[in-house]
């Protein structure tokens, strides 16, 4: 290996420790109280380290939101791997969703704080990037089933995900989590199963 692969090697693993500790210390603080300072503090790198790599506390945390949906995003599709069932399918990532809703990093940054340091926008079109797709997929499962009857476009996969997203939320600060995931998952897949009514 030349000396340039070796200082992109080098650059890429003080990347991943910074959006490594970035996690650590958004899950823990959120993101108004997490310094760059801290993050440095975390990875081990000096302060100038992380702005090499981030040009702001912004950017440094839309990496850290991006490792959450990554993160969820495996887990589902793991998750649902071999289900052949359309609803079993639905109702296996609609609950993986909600299990993850209630891990404490994934509640903090993707849930509370990733909106507002992100921007309604910006946060909407990473959530979209990841998981709009999933979804639509998901429903055109059921259609291709027989199962449900949609119109053309992504509006009604907009919605669910819009919908899931409440679900999650209300999971996510509930007092009573598991008793709140089982009531949000049955609500979630009421308005799916809405869907083979025909009009």
Do not use: N
């Amino acid at each position: 290996m030349g000396v340039k692969g070796r200082r992109e090697e080098y650059a890429h693993a003080t990347r991943a420790a910074i959006v490594d500790a970035a996690v650590t210390r958004f899950g823990a603080e959120g993101f108004t109280r997490t310094s760059i300072d801290a993050v440095a503090e975390t990875a081990r790198v000096t302060k100038g380290g992380v702005y090499h790599h981030f040009r702001d506390k912004s950017e440094l945390f839309e990496a850290a939101f991006v490792v959450m949906e990554e993160r969820l995003l495996t887990k589902v599709v793991a998750g649902v791997a071999g289900i052949d069932d359309p609803w079993e399918l639905v109702a296996r990532g609609v609950d993986l969703f909600l299990r993850e809703c209630c891990e404490p990093d994934f509640r903090r940054i993707a849930l509370e704080d990733a909106p507002g340091a992100l921007g309604w926008t910006r946060w909407k079109e990473i959530e979209e990037r990841y998981f709009l797709g999933v979804v639509k997929g998901a429903l055109d499962g059921l259609v291709q089933a027989g199962r449900i009857d949609l119109p053309p476009g992504d509006l009604t996969a907009r919605m669910l995900l819009a919908a899931m997203a409440e679900a999650g939320l209300a999971v996510a600060f509930s007092a009573g989590a598991e008793h709140e995931r089982a009531d949000a998952a049955r609500a979630v897949m009421r308005i799916v199963r809405g869907l083979a009514d025909r009009p």
